[in-house]
């Protein structure tokens, strides 16, 4: 018959212990959470309407800058006296604006799309790695020593 123990059962220390592991663990880790949100925070933000037309009008401001300096696009004299202070490329055409306006908002969803892969893929990996796997290698060692023990006994 065996004998019945008295106190803790071992499992039950080492799942206290486990627990109090992956507490730290996740603690430990909270400024590489706050890096992985942050990059998802300003995927978000760079999607509001507002900035997805500045950045169109920067970028078609960009290009037609581009075109002036290779001498591709010639200025009329009408544009040249509707233009802000000898700036012409700061207000684009409006069917150019919305065209572009749709490439920036489907590369940012892309991009978004992207930084939420990468965040549930290390929020896999540091679960596997560092959460699950290191208490369930020590319980396996524990358990196999254990065994060895009562054996020799």
């Excluded at 942050?38 to 950045?55: D, I, M, N």
């Excluded at 075109?67 to 544009?79: A, N, P, R, V, Y």
């Excluded at 749709?102 to 540091?126: A, C, H, N, P």
């Amino acid at each position: 018959m065996r004998p019945v123990h008295k106190g803790l059962n071992w499992r039950i220390v080492f799942g206290v212990c486990s627990l109090i592991y992956m507490i730290v663990m996740v603690y430990l880790s909270g400024s590489n959470f706050g890096m992985v949100h942050r990059e998802y925070r300003q995927a978000v933000r760079q999607l509001q309407p507002f900035e997805v037309e500045k950045t169109a009008r920067l970028e078609l401001a960009d290009e037609c800058r581009k075109k002036e300096k290779k001498g591709g696009h010639s200025l009329q004299t009408d544009e040249r006296k509707t233009a802000k202070a000898g700036v012409p490329c700061l207000s684009p055409p409006a069917v150019d604006l919305e065209k572009r306006q749709k490439i920036v908002r489907d590369w940012l969803e892309k991009k978004k799309s992207g930084i939420i892969q990468k965040m549930v893929l290390f929020y896999i990996t540091f679960a596997i790695f560092f959460l699950v796997l290191p208490p369930v290698i020590i319980y396996l060692v524990l358990s196999v020593f254990i065994w060895i023990f009562k054996s020799i006994e």
